[in-house]
């Protein structure tokens, strides 16, 4: 999976100066040149740099990093560049790279390798640190134990403050892994947590029972991932602890990896939004690409449809009255924004945790006042437009009773389509883009022609 987080500073223009210059190197006939220039940038600018460049590139490029940068470049690069870089390396020396990375970051790159490939290199790694990458390896990837680090400081309530803290200067683990202490009885079951600044400020004999908090919040370790990102921001958390079934300590999501679940979080809702897929973002294939986009787009002009057959069914009320057909755009345009605006209101409360399954109705009824008071501002204006393009009052009140009764519909299943969605476990974000405003296309040209049918006859125009 790829790491965001950490190299947010790194644009564009910045990956291209390092490809650029190692493609140069590589074409130089000086020796040791590409040697020379990689030892000169950080992995993580290496790690951008990766896909800028060609496979055979990348391959060269790599096989010049030593174990540690080898594993960030690993822990930053997109999957299939992990799949390809990984595939030119010798699995002993691949192996060790792995052992290298923390726990987390080496279980995320052996993800995108072949299951037997896997296999291989657990057991080429020692048997503790391959138990632990076992173990990683059979949580779902978006979930709070697919993103948890097992590299964490635990200790016994009876230790002291002073005991902690020189078991921490002789522990080689990461920074973010010692913020938090997480308290655990003989058979590994979550017994408190301590922020280490706690640690830190307290007597050096007080045992960390005194001092702990006996209910730190936790997540279960099928949990989403999007709770565990909630749940960090609510309490604003340094880590969160991640526990069985049983509240048996599994490990911890830490700050570094929140941001990251966090950036996919909003990658994958972004693009759901679009009618298109997180994919997109990270893939240099027209072809993939295309096969992600291609389903919501079918999607649409399959709905698409369905407006230009509710045209062919009113063709006589256009006929009759061409000049509505000037306003056919006006009021689909409307339905459709303001559908939008309500679905990505209602996406965005249940996303925040803002409501629960048993609110979710509520944020729907209130929606309603507000759909209809701006369906009744929208409204009056419409009827004044559409009375002076027109120069016919007639034309100007169906516009207005159109766009009211289009603006409300819209709006209403705006709000509703999301909650329909998490019901039946589809993701909601999807309800944002293309179906919601194509669906309001055609909802919204039913009532128009609907309302026109009814008032030209009774308007007599």
């Not at 950036?263 to 897929?277: F, H, N, P, R, W």
Request: glycine share 8%; aromatic share 4%.
């Amino acid at each position: 999976m790829a790491r965001v987080g950490d190299i947010k500073q790194v644009g564009e223009e910045r990956a291209s100066e390092v490809a650029d210059a190692i493609r140069a190197a590589t074409r130089s006939e000086v020796r040791g040149a590409l040697e020379g220039l990689i030892s000169g940038y950080h992995p993580i600018d290496i790690a951008w740099a990766m896909g800028e460049l060609t496979a055979e590139e990348r391959a060269r490029v790599f096989a010049l990093l030593d174990s540690e940068a080898s594993g960030v470049v690993l822990e930053e690069v997109d999957d299939d560049i992990t799949a390809d870089l990984a595939g030119a390396t010798e699995e002993g020396e691949l192996a060790e790279i792995i052992d290298a990375m923390p726990p987390d970051s080496g279980a995320d790159a052996m993800s995108t390798l072949p299951h037997d490939m896997q296999h291989r290199i657990l057991n080429r790694i020692p048997r503790e640190e391959a138990r632990e990458l076992a173990a990683l390896l059979h949580y779902d990837e978006d979930s709070a134990g697919g993103i948890m680090t097992s590299e964490l400081i635990v200790s016994p309530p009876d230790v002291t403050a002073q005991g902690v803290l020189e078991h921490i200067r002789h522990t080689d683990v990461r920074p973010e892994a010692v913020f938090r202490v997480y308290v655990v009885d003989d058979e590994r079951r979550l017994l408190g947590a301590v922020d280490l600044v706690d640690i830190i400020n307290a007597r050096d004999d007080m045992p960390l029972s005194k001092i702990m908090d006996s209910d730190p919040v936790r997540v279960h370790h099928d949990a989403d991932q999007e709770e565990v990102v909630r749940l960090v921001d609510k309490y604003d958390l340094t880590s969160i602890p991640v526990v069985d079934a049983h509240e048996r300590l599994l490990g911890a999501v830490t700050v570094d990896d929140v941001i990251d679940a966090l950036q996919q979080e909003i990658t994958e809702d972004l693009a759901s939004v679009a009618g298109a897929s997180a994919e997109d973002l990270l893939t240099r294939s027209p072809w993939r690409a295309a096969r992600s986009r291609v389903p919501w787009l079918l999607v649409s002009l399959g709905a698409s449809m369905i407006s230009a057959a509710v045209i062919k069914v009113f063709h006589g009320t256009l006929e009759s009255a061409v000049m509505l057909a000037a306003f056919i755009p006006v009021i689909t345009a409307m339905s459709g924004n303001s559908g939008l605006q309500s679905s990505m209101i209602t996406v965005r409360s249940m996303a925040l945790g803002l409501i629960g399954d048993t609110g979710i109705g509520r944020i729907v009824v209130r929606q309603i006042p507000t759909a209809l008071l701006v369906a009744l501002a929208c409204g009056l204006v419409a009827v004044i437009a559409g009375t002076a393009l027109v120069g016919q009052a007639g034309y100007g009140l169906i516009v207005g009773v159109a766009m009211f009764c289009a603006i409300s519909t819209g709006t209403t299943v705006g709000s509703f389509i999301p909650v329909l969605f998490r019901r039946v476990g589809v993701d909601e974000a999807l309800a944002s883009g293309p179906f919601v405003t194509t669906m309001n296309d055609a909802l919204s040209l039913l009532i128009y022609f609907g309302i026109a049918t009814a008032m030209l006859s009774w308007l007599a125009i």
